[in-house]
């Protein structure tokens, strides 16, 4: 059973940075595109990065300020955020995929909970 499983989220400061982490386990992990979501209530789940075998893929709006990597031997994808602002509060999730363009899509397979993030002015 394919499990995602997110942390790191909280109450931040804007301005300030957290790093989310997502532990997956179940798959075949080196093999996924791993990618990060955000959503906020009464919205579309909107695509944030993606990190495939050898590249990565960001939203406009993550370029500059957000960080994706993974690390095939812990099973782990993480996202640094810097910065932050009002606007970056959202539940934020994690996804995978065998098919990169199905994750830069949000049609990924596999999904995790969501943590929390939100940004106080």
């Known amino acids: 059973q394919v499990q995602l499983v997110e942390s790191g989220g909280g109450l931040v400061q804007a301005g300030g940075s957290l790093r989310l982490s997502c532990a997956a386990s179940?798959?075949?992990?080196?093999?996924?595109?791993m990618g990060w979501f955000r959503q906020v209530p009464g919205k579309e789940r909107e695509f944030v990065a993606v990190?495939?075998?050898?590249?990565?893929v960001y939203a406009d709006s993550a370029k500059g300020q957000f960080t994706i990597s993974r690390d095939n031997a812990k099973k782990t994808v993480s996202l640094e955020m810097n910065s932050l602002k009002p606007e970056d509060t959202a539940v934020y999730y994690c996804?995978?995929?065998?098919?990169?363009?199905?994750?830069?899509?949000?049609?990924?397979?596999?999904w995790g909970q969501g943590t929390q993030v939100t940004v106080s002015s």
């Open positions: 996804a995978a995929d065998l098919d990169y363009m199905k994750v830069v899509r949000t049609t990924a397979q596999y």
């Open positions: 179940g798959l075949t992990f080196s093999t996924y595109a």
């Open positions: 990190v495939g075998r050898r590249s990565t």
